[in-house]
């Protein structure tokens, strides 16, 4: 038999980020000893609190379905975690759990976008934002951005990228993968914009909104007439390190959480019962109980920063937020190292990758062709290492 995939995942990217582990992990059974600093994942364990709580859950005989929308106590939870951290009034009926923040952006734009529908993405932007733009049938609209704004999308940028197909925009504050985080001043300013044309939304992707090193995060949903067409979206992977729990939420007008809880219960309905449960621990506490990682990637960054600093060749900025850093390696474009020569970003990954032992992203998959991504969330001696590794193969 002919095996006949669809034209729609063969024409998907495969996830460049996934993509670069999966061989990592490959030349690791070979036995090379790889540094891995490709993917988004905290490399501390789950605060123990949250643990108890998952526990607690599985011993009170939480193993029924869960409603598809999420349970109402988390729905609570977030409700309060919203209010409190982004002054931010969404009720319950506005929110919809989903299985990760990945599977919140995918209902988002199957439930908004018609084939043709133009969606705004400020390149850089993170990885897996085109392809679900394209799966719902809409037409990714890339702006480009340099290190010379520290990768933000201006407001004239904006407005020159609008058109009458325009539907979305989609941006990620702070960003992955390059750091950058958007003040209340520069979201007014795009706001502004954005007020001409009253049936463009927003899609406000702050998953990483508390691993900031400037202080305190900004929604654009709370900036003035933004509330209304914004969707709001988080999870618990990256500030609580609970990547594998796999729980996203969205605060959203209610028609959108309507459409994305209709769209749910037909593709995984509700969440993992067990793990919505240690959520709600997890939002009730208060934010000092982290605060110790934050406090360590606000560390490693600076590290990173200056022992890249010490290679010629790569032009850094600060990345406010986050934990990556996305530094220009375009003056490499051209050169030959080891016998290779380096035509693209994807071209540097793989070279570090088979001289270093250190597995990095090329920044072509993130709209960047000029820069790597670089993560941070890994040991301070795992980093020292893969850097001097870097430094000596260039």
Avoid at 155 to 170: F, G, H, S, V
Wanted: charge should be negative.
């Amino acid at each position: 038999m002919s095996n006949h995939l669809s034209d729609r995942i063969k024409n998907m990217s495969t996830s460049a980020t996934l993509a670069m582990a999966a061989k990592a992990r490959e030349l690791r059974s070979e036995g090379k000893d790889i540094i891995g600093l490709s993917l988004g994942e905290p490399d501390f364990n789950i605060p123990d609190f949250i643990k108890e709580a998952a526990k607690q859950a599985i011993d009170e005989n939480y193993s029924a379905y869960t409603p598809v929308d999420g349970y109402a106590e988390l729905k609570k939870s977030i409700s309060g975690k919203f209010k409190r951290d982004n002054g931010l009034d969404y009720g319950l009926n506005q929110i919809v759990v989903s299985t990760g923040a990945k599977q919140s952006l995918f209902n988002v734009a199957m439930v908004c976008l018609n084939p043709g529908d133009e969606v705004i993405l400020p390149a850089p932007y993170w990885v897996s934002y085109s392809d679900i733009v394209k799966l719902a049938e809409g037409v990714p609209v890339e702006v480009p951005t340099g290190i010379e704004t520290d990768f933000k999308m201006t407001p004239e940028q904006l407005e020159a990228a609008i058109t009458p197909k325009t539907r979305m925009l989609w941006f990620s504050s702070p960003c992955n993968p390059s750091g950058s985080v958007y003040g209340k001043e520069e979201l007014e300013a795009l706001a502004a914009v954005l007020k001409k044309y009253p049936d463009i939304y927003v899609v406000s992707d702050e998953i990483y909104e508390h691993i900031n090193f400037v202080g305190g995060h900004v929604s654009i949903a709370a900036i003035d007439g933004m509330y209304d067409r914004t969707i709001t979206v988080n999870g618990v992977s990256k500030a609580f390190a609970m990547t594998g729990w796999r729980i996203g939420y969205i605060g959203a007008p209610e028609w959108i959480a309507k459409g994305c809880t209709k769209l749910q219960g037909q593709v995984t309905s509700g969440a993992n019962s067990i793990a919505q449960r240690a959520v709600i621990a997890a939002l009730d506490a208060p934010l000092s109980k982290i605060q110790f990682m934050i406090d360590e990637f606000h560390k490693r960054r600076d590290l990173v920063l200056h022992l890249l600093g010490e290679i010629d060749g790569f032009k850094l900025n600060v990345p406010e937020g986050a934990f990556y850093v996305f530094p220009d390696i375009s003056s490499f474009f051209g050169k030959t190292l080891k016998g290779t020569t380096i035509n693209s970003a994807e071209d540097f990954a793989l070279y570090l990758l088979e001289h270093a032992n250190v597995a990095t992203v090329t920044g072509e998959a993130f709209g960047n062709p000029n820069c790597i991504r670089i993560s941070y969330a890994a040991s301070e001696k795992e980093l020292r290492q893969a850097i001097a590794q870097i430094k000596e193969v260039l």
